[in-house]
């Protein structure tokens, strides 16, 4: 039976991840010259997920000292962060690592995956850039939407953007979130290089 290799990373993080190492410092690019992206909100779920730098592991955010639950659709797809990237907040930018939107099939929390940027989401909130960088799986085995552009996710799936950005805009009332629209591949490529930690891409 064949593997994949983000199913091989996946079970490495979940079940073998007694180590040090701090996930947040993988590469943002693979060698494959794909994006990395490490998976902590599976799509379907409600739970606010978020990977913790500190214990090095993935736990539900708390707000007023509960579990975040998010009350409104579950995520329409895999939520995550692109690894060895900061949102500099003297930029604009809210101080964390760029976030992805993975669409395919639910991949467990702590999954590694590369993918290839499709576009981006340009948000604003409460004032500080969100950006969100939509993406695809590289491996053609387990897209459930075979397109590699934003002019083919525009011409092909229109509705399923409109759908992704309405549900940013709604989904947490406690947030003040605005669009400012939508960048092409091109675009999200250049964010994510512009947000890398270190200056070498590969």
Same mark, same amino acid.
């Given at each position: 039976?064949?593997?994949?290799?983000f199913?091989?990373?996946?079970?490495?993080?979940?079940?073998?991840?007694?180590?040090?190492?701090?996930? =947040?410092?993988?590469?943002?690019?693979?060698?494959?010259?794909a994006?990395?992206s /490490? /998976?902590?909100?599976?799509?379907?779920?409600?739970?606010?997920?978020?990977?913790?730098?500190?214990?090095?592991?993935?736990d539900?955010?708390? &707000? $007023?000292?509960? #579990?975040r /639950?998010? *009350?409104?659709?579950? =995520?329409?797809a895999? !939520?995550?962060?692109? *690894?060895?990237?900061?949102?500099?907040p003297?930029?604009?930018?809210?101080? #964390?690592?760029?976030?992805?939107?993975?669409?395919?099939?639910?991949?467990?929390?702590?999954?590694?995956?590369?993918?290839? *940027?499709?576009?981006?989401?340009?948000?604003?909130?409460?004032?500080? !850039? #969100?950006?969100?960088?939509i993406?695809?799986?590289k $491996?053609?085995?387990?897209? /459930?939407?075979?397109?590699?552009? =934003?002019?083919?996710?525009?011409?092909?799936?229109?509705?399923?953007?409109?759908?992704?950005?309405?549900?940013?805009?709604n989904? $947490? +009332?406690? $947030?003040?979130?605005?669009?400012?629209?939508?960048g #092409?591949?091109?675009?999200? +490529? &250049?964010?994510?290089? &512009?947000?890398?930690?270190?200056?070498?891409?590969?």
């Amino acid at each position: 039976m064949r593997i994949s290799g983000f199913l091989i990373m996946s079970l490495f993080i979940i079940f073998g991840c007694n180590s040090n190492k701090n996930i =947040y410092n993988t590469p943002a690019f693979s060698t494959n010259n794909a994006v990395n992206s /490490i /998976i902590e909100i599976p799509a379907g779920t409600n739970k606010k997920i978020e990977y913790n730098t500190i214990s090095k592991k993935f736990d539900v955010d708390q &707000r $007023d000292g509960k #579990d975040r /639950i998010i *009350p409104f659709l579950p =995520y329409p797809a895999n !939520y995550g962060f692109i *690894p060895s990237t900061f949102s500099d907040p003297k930029l604009g930018g809210d101080g #964390d690592a760029l976030d992805i939107l993975v669409i395919c099939e639910a991949l467990p929390t702590g999954t590694i995956i590369e993918t290839i *940027p499709i576009g981006m989401l340009k948000l604003l909130d409460n004032g500080e !850039y #969100d950006y969100k960088i939509i993406a695809i799986p590289k $491996d053609p085995n387990i897209r /459930i939407i075979n397109i590699t552009t =934003y002019e083919e996710f525009i011409q092909k799936y229109r509705n399923v953007k409109d759908i992704l950005e309405l549900w940013f805009l709604n989904y $947490d +009332t406690k $947030d003040t979130l605005t669009s400012e629209g939508w960048g #092409d591949e091109k675009e999200a +490529t &250049r964010e994510i290089t &512009r947000s890398l930690k270190q200056k070498s891409r590969f």
